[in-house]
T-cell receptor
Framework: GENVEQHPSTLSVQEGDSAVIKCTYSDSASNYFPWYKQELGKRPQLIIDIRSNVGEKKDQRIAVTLNKTAKHFSLHITETQPEDSAVYFCAASPQAGNMLTFGGGTRLMVKP | GAVVSQHPSWVICKSGTSVKIECRSLDFQATTMFWYRQFPKQSLMLMATSNEGSKATYEQGVEKDKFLINHASLTLSTLTVTSAHPEDSSFYIC?????????FGDGTRLSIL
């Protein structure tokens, strides 16, 4: 089955700096890669996703890149703000409607 | 957008009690729902896939007789933790899909004393 590795497990940045979180996956059949943000005790919220037919997707301060050959994808957050502090999870799936395999999570702390 | 409601949000009960958790898709019909468990400071681990009108598919290591899943309608799936013990204490989250990305419920924090 699919295995998703996520790094780093914790990330501390200064407000205004950029943050990058990286994930690798093992199953070449995976073609849907969402990113979720989870605040303490709350539901994971989809922040951005990418499908394998594109290499990059942007939404304001958030971007995701995908390298299918190397089987890795990354989340980039620019101009970080304290409210970006949360745990971020990457995930992989054969397609958008199928089960997700999650990475281990990254605790992002943005210092004001 | 798609809304998934999960109830209850918090349960505290004695060891040996059975607990039922409901997951509802409020504004769409979900042919498939997923149940996850999340221990503190850990990732979401898929427990089972719930399909409307058929038996759930359980992940390896998840006891189907302990975690009973029923998906009787296109908008409701239930997870019953039978004879719960302290080691079952966790955050249980459901998600629902219908040809779109997964949308999660608010989760249920289960504490077994």
């Amino acid at each position: 089955g699919e295995n998703v590795e996520q790094h780093p497990s914790t990330l501390s940045v200064q407000e205004g700096d950029s943050a990058v979180i990286k994930c690798t996956y093992s199953d070449s059949a995976s073609n849907y890669f969402p990113w979720y943000k989870q605040e303490l005790g709350k539901r994971p919220q989809l922040i951005i996703d990418i499908r394998s037919n594109v290499g990059e997707k942007k939404d304001q301060r958030i971007a995701v890149t995908l390298n299918k050959t190397a089987k890795h994808f990354s989340l980039h957050i620019t101009e970080t703000q304290p409210e970006d502090s949360a745990v971020y999870f990457c995930a992989a799936s054969p397609q958008a409607g199928n089960m997700l395999t999650f990475g281990g999570g990254t605790r992002l702390m943005v210092k004001p | 957008g798609a809304v998934v409601s999960q109830h209850p949000s918090w349960v505290i009960c004695k060891s040996g009690t059975s607990v039922k958790i409901e997951c509802r898709s409020l504004d769409f019909q979900a042919t498939t729902m997923f149940w996850y468990r999340q221990f503190p400071k850990q990732s979401l681990m898929l427990m089972a896939t719930s399909n409307e009108g058929s038996k759930a598919t359980y992940e390896q290591g998840v006891e189907k007789d302990k975690f009973l899943i029923n998906h009787a309608s296109l908008t409701l799936s239930t997870l019953t933790v039978t004879s719960a013990h302290p080691e079952d204490s966790s955050f249980y989250i459901c998600s629902a899909i219908q040809g779109q990305p997964q949308h999660f419920g608010d989760g249920t924090r289960l504490s077994i004393l």
